[in-house]
């Protein structure tokens, strides 16, 4: 266990944002590659990053991954992003914001170039743009909001879509995109609050074996959630301990909404008891739960979750997409031989 407990989890900070009152990301990006073709010139990628973040933001790694502010009717403000061809081939890339939306704690992306109110309001100062190999050009999206706009959060993408075009050599249009997501309130006043709750947690096991903790997340502030967050696992079976693990990304909540934050475990995990401390977070919102978990043999049963408590937590600053790094640190030195040995070694 010495060695498990020198071990480091990794950081990754992921960037995108805005302008008006901003200050630099951190450096990040999304990527998008066409889709699979025999011509070799026809693998391309591309990516995409916010540039800038506001200053009443400069702490919050959300509005570094997104476009996210709260507008006053009438209001306008600047944000840029840059486009980046990281394939070995000049590519044209098509420049459009798009609708979305927030369904079944998900954040849904409209097909193609489907407005909505938000896209109405917002314009880029490029719409095409040629770039050569390892070439990238800086975009400046701009959003007006109307002095009549209603009350409310809006969703949207500002994305960045390169394609094949169908011609002889190719009977069928490649298309790949990537985007930077808009989460853009509207109303009078300051920032509406932005808060959660873990109602309740349960220990399962996934199709494949691997134990699973699902967290139930109720979103009772007013605006919408992207939950990431990672769990511990100590005082298990001979005293193990291991983790941090990951949630699953993707959970996102729209106001007074209900969805489920996933970690997955490593499949060499005993099935407990195990006490185990979940955080969960939300731009700078963040919540804590423990609980005493047993895992279920198989999947068809029902794990045991005693002794639940929940309270606010701290994260640390650390992004939970790469703790899972520490994940690999701990679990192998943790689990990898045999537990009897691992046991007698403790004693």
Known sequence: MKG??????????VAFTQAAGAVPASAGATRASAAPSPDPAAHRTVGIRLLDAPVSRRDDPRAQAYIVDHLAPGSTIERRVEVVNESPTSIHVDLYAAAAAIAKGRFAFAPGRTPDELTGWTSLDRTGLELKPSGRARVRTTIRVPKDASEGERYGVVWAQM????????????????????YIDVGPGGEPPSDF?????RSTRAADGRPEVHARIHNTGRRALDISGALSLRDGPGGL?????????????APGDTGEAVVPLDARVPDGPWKVALSLRSGMVERSTQAKVTFPENPETAGTVVASATGPGRLLGRSPTLVAGALAALVLVALGLPVSRFLRRRR
């Open 241 to 253: 301990r291991a983790g941090p693990f990951a949630a699953k990304t993707g959970t996102t909540l």
């Open 197 to 201: 709750k873990i109602d309740r947690i």
């Open 163 to 182: 394609g094949t075009p169908a011609d002889r050599s190719h009977t069928v249009t490649m298309l790949g995109r990537v985007g930077v997501r808009m």
């Open 4 to 13: 498990a407990r020198r071990c480091v989890a990794l950081l990754l900070a």
